[in-house]
DNA sequence: GCGCTTCGTCGAAGCGCTTCGATGAAGATA
DNA sequence: TATCTTCATCGAAGCGCTTCGACGAAGCGC
């Protein structure tokens, strides 16, 4: 591997002028740069990362904290984190995995100490997240996907959790429906602080209640087996429910399950729409699932963004970001069956 | 940030004798360590990463070259990231990823040139790869996930495909089954030489045909619309088949729901059977797949505990690992029914 | 023709660490 | 007691780069 002064000295020129002819940080003349240039090909000279960073104080290396790539099934995860890395990639900048968990802040600051990342990008943050009071404590640029309780003066993108209930609600009410259930990720999730669990949550109780509905909700553990017994517990709670709204994609299944085994079929008698799912994932089931995807790979990049916008001019404020999920049709959504029950309605 | 002459003054001692308390590569006396320990407590001091990086000509990086973090659906990709981040994590190591595909090695060997990691993951890796090549001329310590054509003189950690497909079809024929067919991924991933691909085709001709069986095999897009269309087909070329091994996870939702379209019960007239499918896939299905999933967390373990052997000596050799899939029961196998047309057999 | 600015380049310091050779103080040996 | 080791520690060099101050050579106005 060929160092500067390999280069200096091929080019007949002093250490400095190299670097000046590769950054461009003070004038240096066009046919000097040339020869630098040239040499510089002839040796096949690429500066070191390390000694770079050294000398700049600057890594351009960002670290992703992630516990989890992939919740299962789902695509979104993994999908953020090659996003994020292409990103970054193409600004320049390397993507490290910090494999750490929210009990876990003790570390991240270790690592944080040791200098490797200008910059930390936070996965599946919860409401209250250690690992953020650690990051600011450390003074160190970050940016959170998925957002702590208060959020005023802390960076973040997510997902828009409420406008995506919002709409669709919104999209099953135009169809008719009034009695809607929904069905949640795992218990656990919701007393974790789980942002996703907990807002969609929040929001269904609200959009519903605006609307004078009633708002069923149900938490589920992430398997089909357990989206059946869900189900079941749904029926029964409302014999007459005509849709159901799910966020929790590996439940789905076991939801279609239910309601195929009992000869309720999708549409025509329930509807299901899935909310906040990975790309796709619709087309497993049968009838193929209507969803709002989550825009994962929008997420990661412009998480990314935000991030180096940060390092590069902290003074810039950049405001939080939410990202709505996207509609995906497919053909488990339909228009209400008219219930007996609902007879007396205004026209 | 603290840096080690800091503490060398606040312990009153040279800088060198808090690197050697810090690292033990010479004596130091128990009374002096415990003053710089202490100290370095006091001050929260955290090595420089990059500074010792410079030194020690090792950034106790990694990188890991992926192309894609999911394909679709399945975890597999994401759970080999995981592993191998949690694995490089506890051993001391970072990872970084590089998200490049095969045709783009000239930016991996730029990458590399600038000594950002000390041993390079590679994943996806066709039988034929350009990254492979760069990587062997610039001597950076590697070992891939998967196999180039050959292998002898190459580090890899792969799935043993040969030995889940002679053990899947062993368990098939052990339940009576004769006719089995297999759906594997796409055409393009064929003839692009992606290894699973390649080397599970060539096992079930080969598995097939020594025990006398005919061969019956497809190429299928990594999607359900396109598994119906194929089981269509194989059940067109063979309507008496009993049994469809899959390597296709996403076109295995098709193929449930053409086998059932036509009546026919899983796994009552057909047996259905995933290989190299990611953990959990399986139970999404109704009824359960039976699967053998790809060990992919034991392969990510793996491959980072070859690379870094590698690293701290590389003259010991470490031999190339294949670990079979694991099988997974579910409920879509089953013994295979009694052909009319089969009735001439011997007891 | 003089001083003044501008331009292009150089040398050296420094980023925070590791590591090698040297050194002085004990302790062991004769 | 003089000599040789051993042990613990120090100082300095060096890893490969950036960046600051300096300096000579042009170019400028008057």
Redo the contacts between chains.
């Keep these: ?1 060929p160092t500067i002064s390999d280069v200096a000295r091929h080019a007949g020129v002093s250490v400095s002028t190299v670097s000046y002819a590769l950054s461009g940080s003070r004038p240096i003349s066009a046919e000097t740069r040339e020869r630098v240039l040239a040499s510089m090909k002839l040796l ?1 000279y ?6 770079r ?2 000398a700049t104080r600057r ?1 351009r ?1 960002i670290a992703m904290i ?1 516990p ?3 919740r ?4 979104t ?3 953020f ?2 996003a994020s ?2 990103r970054a ?1 193409e600004l320049g900048y ?6 750490f968990r929210a009990e876990e802040a003790r570390q991240v600051r ?1 690592l944080v ?4 990342a200008d910059g930390v990008l936070v996965m599946e943050v919860l409401l209250d997240d250690e690992r953020i009071d650690v990051l600011e404590e450390a003074g160190i640029p970050y940016t959170m996907i998925g957002r702590t309780r208060d959020v005023t003066s802390r960076h973040s993108v997510d997902i828009d959790f409420e406008a995506t209930v919002e709409a669709t609600i919104e999209h099953l009410v135009g169809l008719g429906h009034r009695r809607i259930a929904f069905v949640n990720h795992s218990r656990e999730s919701l007393e974790a602080g789980y942002g996703p669990t907990v807002r969609v949550a929040a929001a269904f109780d609200r959009v519903m209640s605006e609307r004078g509905l009633r708002p069923l909700a149900r938490t589920c553990s992430d ?3 357990d989206g059946r017994a869900v189900m079941g517990d749904l029926l029964a709670a409302d014999p007459h429910l005509t849709a159901v709204v799910t966020m929790n994609e ?1 439940a789905t ?1 076991g939801v279609f ?1 239910e309601l195929q085994r009992r000869g309720l079929a999708i549409p025509a008698d329930v509807s299901v729409m899935g909310i906040v799912s990975s790309p ?2 619709g ?2 089931s ?1 009838p193929q699932l209507t969803t709002m995807h989550s825009p994962g790979a929008e997420l990661g990049r412009l998480a990314v963004d935000r991030l180096l916008t940060q390092l590069d001019d902290s003074s810039r404020p950049v405001p939080n970001l939410l990202i709505p999920c996207v509609f995906e049709p497919g053909l488990s959504v339909g228009p209400a069956r008219t219930e007996p029950d609902d007879a007396p309605q205004r026209p």
């Design positions: 591997m096949g690429h500066p070191n990362a390390m000694a960073s050294l890594s290396v992630y989890e790539v992939d299962g099934l789902g695509g995860g993994g999908e984190v090659r890395a292409e990639r390397q993507l490290v995995l910090w494999p270790n100490r040791q200098g490797t398997s089909p087996l590996l299944f399950a796709g994932v087309t497993l049968n």
